[in-house]
């Protein structure tokens, strides 16, 4: 028995979607299929009372997996796979007490998530949301030395928090457009980027002072939350652009609304938030030099339907007991 908390459809490209796989195989009997049918998210409750006596999981970044759904869901549950490669919404340590495996979703989203990372930033740096309004409203009178100006990654030195999966695949990207030096902080040096990309392990601070764009693409840790708050923000150069693609509970929020009121940096783009979706009345939306995206970092439809495929085949292989092509080692 599994429980799917989001609603059967249909993939928009050809392939076959996660609803098809599974409802294929359910009518295999290799599965019966309880399937929470809509978009919006399963309120907590009813995610507890479907979940109760199920053998399987697949959930969304959106759902949290905490002790109570865990203790809801009672000692058949085996397998939780979920449609992400983020997995800060599972409690990681009540999962791995009760044996539970889990499957995810790791890199068949990093190009589409590199290649909106880059373009969140160019967005960003030459400041192409406001330029566009500015044509829609009248704001174009005519050409301006210096109007609508922004900052160009020629010559810059680019610094990358986290640099893993789609860290390095958004500094390869970033390469070509005549960056001079990549500066990175994480756990642990990673000594093939250092030859690839010419790129140099440093601290935090270090990272924070000498870059001209910083682009966040860690995992959400306890270690991670909050990680760039006023202090880091204050540490960065007045002219720099902060890019955020991994969880918004790195970023203190208030802290940077006040760095880019205050002009500690010059622009923001996040394409993740707390919480999300962001309040329309949040003070970051009132902001010129802010640009905020959906999350919409994995959302091309080619790269949503082999997540969607691979979240289904993670979930089969664990019910199974076979291994799984994307398992999480707990
Ligand atoms: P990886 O595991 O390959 O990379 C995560 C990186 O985060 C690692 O390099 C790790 O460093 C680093 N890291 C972990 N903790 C810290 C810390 N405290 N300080 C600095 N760095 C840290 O994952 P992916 O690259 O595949 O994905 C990264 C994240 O991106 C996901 O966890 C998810 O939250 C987010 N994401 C967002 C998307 C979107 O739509 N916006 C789409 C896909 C992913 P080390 O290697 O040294 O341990
Ligand atoms: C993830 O996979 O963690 C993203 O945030 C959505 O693709």
Redesign the pocket.
Known sequence: KILIPWRRRKAATQGKSLGEQLWSHGKSKCCSIQQWDSDEPIPPSELRAGVAGKDGLLCL?SDRIDKEVLDAAGPTLKVISTL?????HLAIPEIKKRGIRVGYT??I??D??AE??VALLLTTSRRLTESAVEVKNGGWTTWKPLWMCGYGLSGSTVGI?????????VAHRLKPFGVQKFL???????PEADVELGAEFVP?NKLAEESDFVIV?????P??QG?CSRDFFCKMKKTSVFIN???GAVVNQDDLYEALVNGHIAAAGL??TTPEPLPADSPLLSLKNCVILP?????TYATRNKMSVLAANNLLAGLKGESMPSELRL
């Open positions: 970044l992400s490669v983020g997995y800060d790791p890199d989203l990093t589409a998530t909106l990372t928090i986290g640099l893993g999966r789609i860290g390095e695949a990175y902080a994480g756990r642990h040096p990673k935090l693409t860690c995992s959400l840790t270690e991670s990680m693609t991994s969880r394409d993740v999350h919409i970092g994995s959302a």
